[in-house]
T-cell receptor
Framework: AQSVAQPEDQVNVAEGNPLTVKCTYSVSGNPYLFWYVQYPNRGLQFLLKYITGDNLVKGSYGFEAEFNKSQTSFHLKKPSALVSDSALYFCAVRDEGNQFYFGTGTSLTVIP | KAGVTQTPRYLIKTRGQQVTLSCSPI?????VSWYQQTPGQGLQFLFEYFSETQRNKGNFPGRFSGRQFSNSRSEMNVSTLELGDSALYLCASSFSLNYGYTFGSGTRLTVV
C-alpha cells in the first residue's frame, strides 16, 4: 500500500543547531514530494517540493530537503534552527495516479 | 492578497443529514483540493479539481462529492452524515497541478 512515514512524532533541537525532520515514502513510480508546515492557530503552509532535477531542494524560511531515491526518503533540513521554526511539519507525496498521501506530522520544538 | 477562504468555520449536524462546505481559492488559482483531517487518520486526500473538472479522487465513499465552478470556487458535499465524518475539512488551492498548495483554515464539522 502507498504510504508516507514520519517516524518521529516529536523532534527537539536547540536554537542555532541544525535540524532534520525525517520522511520516508512507499509509493510506486516517480512521486512528487512536498513539505508543509502548520504554525499554531494557522493553516498549513507550503514549504518546498521536489518534482525532478537536483536532489537538494531549497524552500521557504531557509529550509531545504534532500530527495534520496534509493532510500525513498525526503528529509527536511535547516542548518540553523530558530525558535520561530517550532511548528508541526507534514511530509506529503503525490503518486503517478495523482493521489496525495500525507505523513502523520512531526512536532518540532526549538529550545532557546 | 486574500488567502483561501472556507465557510463556515464550524458546523454541527445530525447523523443522516447532508452538508455543503464552501471554499474560495486565492485569486488566480485554478486548482482546488479537499482533505479530511482527524486525530486518528491524520490528513487524508478527498479530491482535486482543476478548471471545473475532477482530476482525481481519494479513497472515500460516494457520499463525499464535490464540484468546482467557473470562478474556481469549490464546494464539497457530504450526504447521509455519519458520526465518523466529524473532522476538520481543509481546502487548498494552487495555481496549477503540482504547484504547492495554500491551505485554508478549515471547516470543523461535528456530527451528533
Amino acid at each position: 500500500a502507498q504510504s508516507v512515514a514520519q517516524p518521529e512524532d516529536q523532534v527537539n533541537v536547540a536554537e542555532g543547531n541544525p535540524l532534520t525532520v525525517k520522511c520516508t515514502y512507499s509509493v510506486s513510480g516517480n512521486p512528487y514530494l512536498f513539505w508543509y508546515v502548520q504554525y499554531p492557530n494557522r493553516g498549513l503552509q507550503f514549504l518546498l517540493k521536489y518534482i525532478t532535477g537536483d536532489n537538494l531542494v531549497k524552500g521557504s524560511y531557509g529550509f531545504e530537503a534532500e530527495f534520496n531515491k534509493s532510500q525513498t526518503s525526503f528529509h527536511l533540513k535547516k542548518p540553523s534552527a530558530l525558535v520561530s521554526d517550532s511548528a508541526l511539519y507534514f511530509c506529503a507525496v503525490r503518486d503517478e495516479g495523482n493521489q496525495f498521501y500525507f505523513g502523520t506530522g512531526t512536532s518540532l520544538t526549538v529550545i532557546p | 492578497k486574500a488567502g483561501v477562504t472556507q465557510t463556515p468555520r464550524y458546523l454541527i449536524k445530525t447523523r443522516g443529514q447532508q452538508v455543503t462546505l464552501s471554499c474560495s481559492p486565492i485569486s488566480g488559482h485554478r486548482s482546488v483540493s479537499w482533505y479530511q483531517q482527524t486525530p486518528g487518520q491524520g490528513l487524508q486526500f478527498l479530491f482535486e479539481y482543476f478548471s471545473e473538472t475532477q482530476r482525481n479522487k481519494g479513497n472515500f465513499p460516494g457520499r463525499f462529492s464535490g464540484r468546482q465552478f467557473s470562478n474556481s470556487r469549490s464546494e464539497m458535499n457530504v450526504s447521509t452524515l455519519e458520526l465518523g465524518d466529524s473532522a476538520l475539512y481543509l481546502c487548498a488551492s494552487s495555481f496549477s497541478l503540482n504547484y504547492g498548495y495554500t491551505f485554508g483554515s478549515g471547516t470543523r464539522l461535528t456530527v451528533v
